[in-house]
């Protein structure tokens, strides 16, 4: 079992960046592809970002490109999500899940953990 603890979430103005965390605990890190995931109210968990095991790879939503970016320490067992630009429709709950296969997947289908996710609201 892996435990996903997200941090970092808060109100900012649009234009603005946050950092987002996620610390994972219960296997070991370096075995698991890594994502994130938003949520806001009355739509689809919608992809945000994923990095492999090691970081070489990563991948994004057309929404974030440019603007976010997702890296791992394998050896504190963490991802982080670098959110720039922020913008109103940015707003979201955001989640961190984990993998246990080798492929980086965009749909939450391929991702078998999952944070409790940390509220991002950006104002206009």
């Known amino acids: 079992q892996v435990q996903l603890v997200e941090s970092g979430g808060g109100l900012v103005q649009a234009g603005g960046s946050l950092r987002l965390s996620c610390s994972a605990s219960?296997?070991?890190?370096?075995?698991?592809?890594m994502g994130w995931f938003r949520q806001a109210p009355g739509t689809e968990r919608e992809f945000v970002g994923a990095?492999?095991?090691?970081?070489?790879?990563?991948a994004y939503g057309d929404s974030v490109k440019g603007r976010f970016t997702i890296s791992r320490n394998n050896a504190k067992g963490t991802v982080s999500l670098q959110m720039n630009s922020l913008k109103p429709e940015d707003t979201a709950v955001y989640y961190c899940?984990?993998?246990?296969?080798?492929?980086?997947?965009?749909?939450?289908?391929?991702?078998?953990?999952w944070g409790q996710g940390t509220q991002v609201t950006v104002s206009s």
């Open positions: 219960g296997r070991t890190f370096s075995g698991l592809v």
């Open positions: 990095i492999s095991r090691f970081g070489s790879t990563t």
């Open positions: 899940a984990a993998s246990v296969r080798v492929a980086v997947g965009h749909g939450t289908s391929n991702y078998d953990y």
